[in-house]
């Protein structure tokens, strides 16, 4: 795995090397963009697309976590990847106590259902 904001212009040199997973998130500030941008032009040279691992992170400031709130942020990050589906969404959630957990754990696996995510993990 790769943290790709630390190493935005080595992308290509990476996948040609062999390195088929990246791991990023929205809260990482363009390096969903960044990947997107990359993947796009990667499959488009005639490769086989590379895994992308992508975060949901809830605002923490935020005390309503809602259903809407989650699919907002997947639609979000699909766009920014220029993908139709999701690799794998990590679910980040560092305090159970905050409202709406559950919800947005079912709300992932709803979003999985639906064919947005191909994997959750929490």
Known sequence: ???CWCFQGKLWSHAEAGLTTFDTADIYG???????TFQQAWREGGNEPVQIITKYVPNIFNSRLTPASVEAAVKKSINNLKVSRLDLVQMHWWDYNIPGM????????DLQAQGLINQVQG
């Not at 363009?30 to 997107?36: A, K, N």
């Open 1 to 3: 795995m790769l943290v």
């Open 102 to 109: 559950v919800d947005a754990a079912k709300c992932l696996a």
């Open 30 to 36: 363009p390096s969903e963009g960044i990947l997107g």
